[in-house]
């Protein structure tokens, strides 16, 4: 009976295995396809600065609107068409790629050619507007990062496609997107190695300098000691 259980146990159905790997290629889709929206507040002259990590060759959207703080009826409202953003992107090599003023709301594209760590950051200019000043402005930022940044209905509209042709089209930039994930992945895990690899080298070349110190020190004492003792002639 046992082994009659162990053989009706072993084998797993070809559908089971199937929803397993469409379970896992759905997660990897919406890992890839991510976004980040989010809302901060920032006074007159302060700067705010964001880190994302971004594979090489990916494209990054950023949406964003302002609203003015009103003392008044004690509320955010949309700010004047006369305040605007400035905003700045560096590279994880410190190069500026992105360096433009923009209005009240706007979006803000580029293009990533190292992969890394880049640096988002916004400020306002309202020190040319006196109605801002002494404020707070609320900034609602959405960073869309590779395929999800993409407007698959302007993409439809323009290239004529049908929804099955769309579809494909989206599968396809969407494992695209996976495997510039998967390379940057490994490149930060070779990364990692060699400065594990590095660490250790010179955690062994210290080592090996203390123990070369430390013989130094000793043979240094006994000699010390055995010509004290000598002087005294006590040896």
């Known amino acids: 009976m046992a082994a009659e259980q162990g053989v009706r146990s072993s084998g797993t159905p070809p559908g089971h295995l ?12 919406w890992f890839a396809a991510r ?3 989010l ?3 920032i006074g007159e002259t302060e700067k705010k600065c964001f880190i994302e990590e971004i594979p090489d060759e990916t494209m990054v959207i950023g949406n964003y609107r302002t609203q003015l703080y009103d003392k008044q009826r004690e509320e955010y409202q949309p700010a004047t068409p006369g305040l605007g953003m400035f905003v700045e992107v560096k590279d994880p090599e410190d190069k500026v790629i992105l360096a433009r003023q923009y209005g009240s709301e706007g979006r803000f594209t580029f293009t990533s050619h190292t992969p890394g760590e880049h640096q988002i950051c916004l400020h306002s200019n309202s020190t040319k507007f006196s109605l801002f000043a002494g404020g707070m402005l609320r900034v609602h930022l959405d960073i869309q990062v590779g395929e999800h940044a993409n407007d698959y209905a302007e993409i439809a ?3 004529k496609l049908s929804e099955l042709q769309l579809r494909v089209r989206q599968l396809v930039e969407q494992v695209e997107q996976i495997q510039k994930e998967q390379n940057y992945q490994r490149w930060r895990e070779e990364r990692f190695r060699q400065t594990s690899e590095s660490t250790n080298q010179r955690v062994l070349w210290w080592s090996i300098l203390q123990t070369l110190i ?9 000699r010390h000691l055995k010509s004290f003792f000598e002087a005294k002639k006590l040896v």
Do not use: E, P
């Open 39 to 41: 809302y901060f507040h």
């Open 18 to 29: 199937l929803g397993r790997g469409m379970r896992a290629l759905l997660l990897l889709l």
């Open 157 to 159: 509209a323009k290239d």
């Open 214 to 222: 430390l013989v130094a020190i000793g043979v240094w004492q006994m």
């Open 35 to 37: 976004g980040d929206a």
